[in-house]
């Protein structure tokens, strides 16, 4: 993608100089990174649905399954939606319980550019689940044209 | 931008047949179409359900004289149409009117939350319902300035509405594709507003595209204008609240 | 408690006890961001931060929410139905205010 670069440049002297814990999460992999905290994810077992190309960034449909059980043994605790080139690059977490019943969730998100979006999903079993898909956005979500 | 976009259609005067006109919807992506039909996920339906319960809010409520909001079915197919007095109202003016004038209270104001809400739970009870406003009598003569409006060239750009929504209907412009052009869907949820809108509110944005004096909301120009879009979308479903991108 | 909040929840009526069911929710909510839309000018951050469901006296379902989440939020998730009881839904917006609907579900 032709922004990655210039995300990159505009990320570096930032990153270099030491930052507070609150602003430790400006990208997406130090977001993914605090999630898998030293766990390799698996891209099996999880479903990410999000339509390649975005009518308009300020309303993206994104679903996510995951095969488990959802017993108090195994289920998935919390789900959590990554962005590569928002503001802010943790967009959502779900917190489910084993009375979810399925580890199946739902939401609308608003994105400024293409870009890459990440789906990790955390089991009570320590396991992590990763699905990454990319997204064409037709009008940047910060644009007012009429 | 735009105007490149333009040069790119070929560009012909003329207004196509009444016969010829789709339902806006079929103009729309298959997401968008599903979004539009299924008030689970249509963010539309918050005003809706909103302006159901204003329906039914205060000692002197809408409900008190009307009844149940299903006794609005079928209103909005008829309007924008002439009062007894001469005035053109559309639904926002016929609902103002009944603020000020029966319920004795300050009007709610263009572009409210609270008259997009009651135009949309109003409009909602004629959803699927084939307009048919009145043409003739009174009407006549703001249907001739509607059509007038319609047909001129305008702007910077020197565009006629027609030669985008009859002539190159079905064709892309920048991420759209071209409707042909009708109302039968406001007021609207669109994405890039993020917000339910006025018919007013789209029109100010296609007279900007080509450059051309946007007409204040309510203005006597966008009333005719409307009134001519709706004579053109006769026989063609009411969609409102619709769902656009 | 601040004011209402017009929220659209939308579930079955009734459910077999054991069933999942699936709860849609959109709340009408600008979600604004601490960004004009023309990216110009900064504006206090003010979303609703966080929405949690409640049902049979437990914690059922969070959502912890960023201003990427879409104005007039939707959020689809499941649950299983256990008994008849209220289906508590809550909102935290920034600034301190919270909003709470209740949809009564009935399970046989």
Same mark, same amino acid.
């Given at each position: 993608?032709?922004?990655?670069?210039?995300?990159?440049?505009?990320?570096?002297?930032?990153?270099?100089?030491?930052?507070?814990?609150?602003?430790?999460?400006?990208?997406?992999?130090?977001?993914?990174?605090?999630?898998?905290?030293?766990?390799?994810?698996?891209?099996?077992?999880?479903?990410?649905?999000?339509?390649?190309?975005?009518?308009?960034?300020?309303?993206?449909?994104?679903?996510?399954?995951?095969?488990?059980?959802?017993?108090?043994?195994?289920?998935?605790?919390?789900?959590?939606?990554?962005?590569?080139?928002?503001?802010?690059?943790?967009?959502?977490?779900?917190?489910?319980?084993?009375?979810?019943?399925?580890?199946?969730?739902?939401?609308?998100?608003?994105?400024?550019?293409?870009?890459?979006?990440?789906?990790?999903?955390?089991?009570?079993?320590?396991?992590?689940?990763?699905?990454?898909?990319?997204?064409?956005?037709?009008?940047?979500?910060?644009?007012?044209?009429? | 931008?735009?105007?490149?976009?333009?040069?790119?259609?070929?560009?012909?005067?003329?207004?196509?047949?009444?016969?010829?006109?789709?339902?806006?919807?079929?103009?729309?992506?298959?997401?968008?179409?599903?979004?539009?039909?299924?008030?689970?996920?249509?963010?539309?339906?918050?005003?809706?359900?909103?302006?159901?319960?204003?329906?039914?809010?205060?000692?002197?409520?809408?409900?008190?004289?009307?009844?149940?909001?299903?006794?609005?079915?079928?209103?909005?197919?008829?309007?924008?149409?002439?009062?007894?007095?001469?005035?053109?109202?559309?639904?926002?003016?016929?609902?103002?009117?009944?603020?000020?004038?029966?319920?004795?209270?300050?009007?709610?104001?263009?572009?409210?939350?609270?008259?997009?809400?009651?135009?949309?739970?109003?409009?909602?009870?004629?959803?699927?319902?084939?307009?048919?406003?009145?043409?003739?009598?009174?009407?006549?003569?703001?249907?001739?300035?509607?059509?007038?409006?319609?047909?001129?060239?305008?702007?910077?750009?020197?565009?006629?509405?027609?030669?985008?929504?009859?002539?190159?209907?079905?064709?892309?412009?920048?991420?759209?594709?071209?409707?042909?052009?009708?109302?039968?869907?406001?007021?609207?949820?669109?994405?890039?507003?993020?917000?339910?809108?006025?018919?007013?509110?789209?029109?100010?944005?296609?007279?900007?595209?080509?450059?051309?004096?946007?007409?204040?909301?309510?203005?006597?120009?966008?009333?005719?204008?409307?009134?001519?879009?709706?004579?053109?979308?006769?026989?063609?479903?009411?969609?409102?609240?619709?769902?656009?991108? | 408690?601040?004011?209402?909040?017009?929220?659209?929840?939308?579930?079955?009526?009734?459910?077999?006890?054991?069933?999942?069911?699936?709860?849609?929710?959109?709340?009408?909510?600008?979600?604004? #961001? $601490?960004?004009?839309?023309? &990216?110009? +000018?900064?504006? /206090?951050?003010?979303?609703?931060?966080?929405?949690? =469901?409640?049902?049979?006296?437990?914690?059922?379902? #969070? $959502?912890?929410?960023?201003? &990427?989440? +879409?104005?007039? /939020?939707?959020?689809?998730?499941?649950?299983?139905? =256990?008994?008849?009881?209220?289906?508590?839904?809550?909102?935290?917006?920034?600034?301190?205010?919270?909003?709470?609907?209740?949809?009564?579900?009935?399970?046989?």
């Amino acid at each position: 993608m032709t922004h990655a670069s210039r995300r990159a440049v505009l990320v570096l002297p930032i990153a270099a100089a030491a930052l507070p814990a609150a602003a430790a999460e400006d990208d997406m992999a130090t977001a993914e990174r605090a999630i898998l905290a030293g766990r390799t994810p698996v891209a099996t077992g999880i479903a990410f649905e999000m339509p390649p190309l975005s009518e308009n960034g300020n309303s993206v449909d994104v679903a996510v399954r995951i095969d488990s059980p959802m017993t108090p043994a195994d289920h998935v605790h919390a789900i959590h939606i990554l962005s590569e080139k928002n503001p802010v690059p943790r967009v959502v977490t779900f917190t489910l319980k084993p009375r979810a019943g399925r580890a199946e969730v739902a939401t609308r998100i608003r994105l400024a550019t293409s870009q890459q979006i990440i789906v990790l999903a955390e089991t009570s079993a320590g396991q992590v689940h990763r699905a990454a898909r990319e997204v064409i956005v037709v009008l940047g979500a910060c644009v007012e044209g009429g | 931008m735009i105007h490149r976009a333009v040069a790119a259609l070929i560009l012909a005067a003329g207004v196509a047949a009444a016969s010829e006109l789709r339902p806006s919807r079929d103009f729309l992506s298959p997401e968008l179409r599903a979004l539009q039909d299924d008030p689970s996920r249509h963010p539309g339906w918050l005003w809706v359900e909103d302006g159901e319960a204003l329906w039914q809010r205060g000692e002197r409520s809408c409900q008190s004289c009307h009844g149940g909001i299903g006794s609005m079915a079928g209103v909005a197919t008829r309007y924008p149409a002439v009062a007894p007095d001469g005035a053109l109202l559309n639904l926002e003016g016929r609902i103002e009117r009944c603020r000020t004038q029966q319920q004795n209270e300050a009007p709610f104001g263009t572009e409210s939350d609270a008259l997009l809400s009651l135009t949309a739970a109003i409009a909602q009870s004629s959803r699927g319902l084939p307009m048919r406003v009145a043409t003739d009598g009174p009407a006549a003569s703001f249907i001739e300035q509607g059509r007038r409006f319609y047909e001129t060239r305008q702007g910077q750009l020197n565009l006629a509405c027609g030669q985008c929504h009859d002539e190159n209907a079905g064709r892309r412009l920048r991420g759209d594709v071209i409707s042909n052009g009708l109302g039968t869907g406001y007021p609207a949820y669109r994405l890039e507003w993020n917000t339910l809108g006025s018919l007013h509110r789209r029109l100010r944005a296609c007279s900007l595209g080509v450059r051309a004096t946007q007409f204040p909301l309510g203005s006597p120009e966008y009333l005719a204008l409307e009134l001519f879009l709706a004579s053109r979308a006769a026989g063609l479903p009411v969609e409102a609240p619709g769902l656009r991108r | 408690m601040a004011n209402p909040i017009v929220a659209r929840i939308t579930l079955p009526d009734r459910a077999r006890r054991g069933e999942v069911i699936t709860i849609r929710v959109l709340v009408r909510h600008p979600m604004e #961001r $601490a960004i004009d839309a023309a &990216g110009l +000018t900064p504006l /206090p951050r003010k979303i609703l931060h966080r929405m949690r =469901v409640t049902y049979a006296d437990e914690e059922v379902f #969070r $959502a912890d929410l960023s201003q &990427g989440i +879409t104005a007039n /939020p939707y959020i689809e998730f499941t649950t299983i139905a =256990v008994e008849t009881g209220a289906i508590v839904f809550e909102w935290d917006e920034d600034g301190g205010a919270t909003y709470r609907r209740e949809v009564r579900l009935v399970v046989t």
